[in-house]
């Protein structure tokens, strides 16, 4: 059992475990209400490749989505969390060899702010307390004739607050099961939302500034009921900079509790974080194990980035009598290590921070390859994705190698391999591994999880006709028939390249892939032909008819799974 937390030790406390999921989510979902914002603005702004009254039609729209006191709420409100949250992602960031998407939201955000403080204040605020109603022609007029440096600011801060979110978006979404289907679709969003806004704000410009060569316009469009008059500029005047001096010393406030940490780290000492290939990392305490991988340029896979969301950067902790004075995981720490069933020893290492030193092994360590470009980090660390993964295994060929010349033997198992790598095929999977008398198939690779599950039991009854063809055809030489097991799983695993500098290939790792052996190798105990668990009938859409509790070796929680007889082959395509 690990000891509870003491003062000082360095553990974190029950209200801290408790806040710190509760920071990510706030961040999401003030992050999601200020994205949306910005989304219905750009939309907004594209209206002007039609004309200036197009622009304000939409603008009439916009108003009556965001103008209501329960929208003006949550805007407000979740713009100054999202604020807050990000100066304290800033202080509580260590700048390890992160990842450049991830450094670029992080700026993004933070230089958000003084780009579009101006246009706030003159726009929102001025409304809210000045009531000075500035629509499409004053706004234009004011920062495409008047001060076109403003319109160049205000439209950088634009694309920045939009590149902001969809960074947020992409780091949220990666880890969903349908995010590669729509990573095109999002993708050409995030290009053409921006664009057409851009190009929108160029019309309407051009519009307004052909208009206000005429004395009646100007007179009606800029009059003291739109700009207000001198008081009121200089008290927004007051707002603004008060606004930009108050942020600007809330970063520097930031910048300075960084150095107060880091010095107070130093003076609280370091830990060394020893790694199986002999080298060691010496890091402040308190940092992370993947913070210490970063820094000693260790490669170590992070597929969330090290948020927490994800099982790619787990670690196996080497020393047993380090485990009992580790902190205990936090809450998302915990939630993903009881959803892979992990062993006593196993840790995230974006979430641990030991307090003493340490030697660990990385589970999905990266290595180091020649391959250079900006696909190389992906294909070494590889990506999270559904699959439904198929094992499929000859029984009794230890006992018919020992009856049987050689050469028999591996023409039998060569047939055997053979006719279930077609079935495979035909249904839609691949055949990824030969292990010696079987097979790992993966499904879903470029499927859909639900034809990616309906393939998979297609290829199971696949594998029984072509097995009883060759059961018929060899039936004469052999006296015997070939028996065989399958183990069915489906869920989330990494898929990428694997091996070394000189040798990879293409693989699938992780908790499903366990799973599906261990169903395979009870087949042949419990006499049974395949082992299909429940979820890839979920996945399928398909009722799974009786199912059986399971209880596999390393998991806590039993496995929900439909048994399938030699007599009931075809009886995987219920529903």
Known sequence: MEQAARPGDGRPSRLRRLVRPSVRRLR????????????????????????????????????????????????????????????????????????????????????????????????????????????????????????????????????????????????????????????????????????????????????????????????????????????????????????????????????????????????????????????????????????????????????????????TCRIRVVDPERRRHLPEPEQAERLVLERIGASPGIRLACQLRPTADLTVAPLFTPQTRTTTGPDSERAATGEERFVVVLFADLRGSTRFAEEHLPYDTVFVIGRFLGAVGRAVREAGGSVNQHLGDGLMAIFGLDRDPKHAARDALKAVDGIARHVEQLNRMLSADLGERLRYGIGLHAGMAIVGELGDETESRFTVLGDTVNVAARLEGLTGPMRQVAIVSEAVYEAAGLAPGTLQELTLTGRAQPLRARLIGADVPAALQDG
């Open 28 to 311: 999401l979902c003030s992050g999601l209400v200020l994205f949306a914002y910005v989304l219905t603005h750009l939309l907004c702004h594209a209206l002007g490749n039609i004309s200036l009254d197009a622009l304000e039609t939409g603008l009439v729209v916009k108003v009556a989505l965001w103008r209501t006191l329960p929208a003006l709420v949550l805007l407000y409100g979740a713009l100054a969390i999202h604020l807050v949250l990000g100066l304290y992602a800033f202080y509580e960031r260590r700048f390890y060899r992160v990842r450049p998407a991830e450094t670029a939201q992080l700026l993004l955000g933070l230089a958000v702010p003084v780009l579009l403080l101006s246009h706030v204040v003159g726009t929102r605020l001025a409304w809210s307390l000045e009531g000075l109603d500035r629509g499409y022609p004053q706004v234009l007029y004011a920062t495409w004739v008047a001060a076109p440096g403003q319109g160049m600011m205000q439209a950088v801060g634009l694309v920045v607050a939009w590149l902001h979110g969809c960074f947020g978006l992409a780091f949220w979404l990666r880890l969903k099961r349908g995010f590669p289907r729509v990573a095109p679709w999002l993708l050409a969003g995030s290009v053409l939302v921006p664009t057409l806004a851009l190009l929108g704000i160029v019309q309407g410009g051009r519009s307004v500034a052909a208009l206000a060569a005429d004395p009646a316009w100007r007179a009606q469009e800029l009059g003291a009921n739109h700009f207000g008059l001198p008081a009121q500029s200089e008290r927004l005047g007051q707002i603004r900079r008060g606004l930009f001096s108050a942020y600007m010393a809330a970063l520097a406030l930031v910048v300075l509790a960084r150095g107060a940490r880091t010095f107070a780290e130093a003076r609280g000492g370091f830990v060394r974080i020893g790694y199986p290939d002999g080298r060691t990392v010496r890091v402040p305490r308190g940092s992370s194990v993947l913070e210490a991988s970063r820094r000693g340029r260790i490669p170590h896979a992070s597929v969330c980035g090290g948020r927490g969301r994800c099982s």
